[in-house]
T-cell receptor, first 113, second 111 residues
Framework: DAGVIQSPRHEVTEMGQEVTLRCKPI?????LFWYRQTMMRGLELLIY????????DSGMPEDRFSAKMPNASFSTLKIQPSEPRDSAVYFC???????????FGSGTRLTVV | GESVGLHLPTLSVQEGDNSIINCAYS??????FIWYKQESGKGPQFIID?????DKRQGQRVTVLLNKTVKHLSLQIAATQPGDSAVYFC??????????FGQGTRLTINP
């Protein structure tokens, strides 16, 4: 199993640009989570999906952030427009529904200049 | 314990010694706790978990202890190795399937 796959690994973009982060969960896992990690705030849950349906998006910081899961094998997190304070490492994780033992991807390091 | 801000708590131990990493959790209603290990440039990796109806659980070289009275969780690593150097996070459940992570502790193994 290839694990949770995220792309790109690194993204550098200018303020105001649109950024799209991608995630492929582990096959058979039907829950998917997006986390953001910064030194100041640690690991924060942004949103999670069960069976492709968003369940809790209370962690999404503002309307500039949106996430979709069009099918069981793909999810995106979009930031439009991006701002320097969005710079962080964004992790995607997946699990079987009802299970807490998430498997994390390697993350996308986003730098907004 | 945990701290908030720019600097992670750091624990340095000699290779071969045992290490204990502590975590204070906030939600007395949490029924499940997990320890994760994060190496540089990687995502968090599941180490061991424990349910609230237990006070101890052992894995390979790791033991998790839970004290619900004082809302304290600890991870013990026996005979530490260089590969144990990482940041360790405790996580507690918050509602259905949500995990809330602590700030983490950086473990450094000295040769």
């Amino acid at each position: 199993d290839a694990g949770v796959i995220q792309s790109p690994r690194h993204e550098v973009t200018e303020m105001g640009q649109e950024v799209t982060l991608r995630c492929k969960p582990i096959s058979g896992h039907n829950s998917l989570f997006w986390y953001r990690q910064t030194m100041m705030r640690g690991l924060e849950l942004l949103i999670y999906f069960n069976n492709n349906v968003p369940i809790d998006d209370s962690g999404m910081p503002e309307d500039r952030f949106s996430a979709k899961m069009p099918n069981a094998s793909f999810s995106t997190l979009k930031i439009q427009p991006s701002e320097p304070r969005d710079s962080a490492v964004y992790f995607c994780a997946s699990s079987s529904q009802g299970a807490y033992g998430y498997t994390f991807g390697s993350g996308t390091r986003l730098t907004v200049v | 314990g945990e701290s908030v801000g720019l600097h992670l708590p750091t624990l340095s131990v000699q290779e071969g010694d045992n290490s204990i990493i502590n975590c204070a959790y906030s939600n007395s209603a949490s029924d499940y706790f997990i320890w994760y290990k994060q190496e540089s440039g990687k995502g968090p990796q599941f180490i061991i978990d424990i349910r609230s109806n237990m006070d101890k659980r052992q894995g390979q070289r790791v033991t998790v202890l839970l004290n619900k009275t004082v809302k304290h969780l600890s991870l013990q690593i026996a005979a530490t190795q260089p590969g144990d150097s990482a940041v360790y996070f405790c996580a507690e459940t918050q509602g259905a399937q949500k995990l809330v992570f602590g700030q983490g502790t950086r473990l450094t193994i000295n040769p």
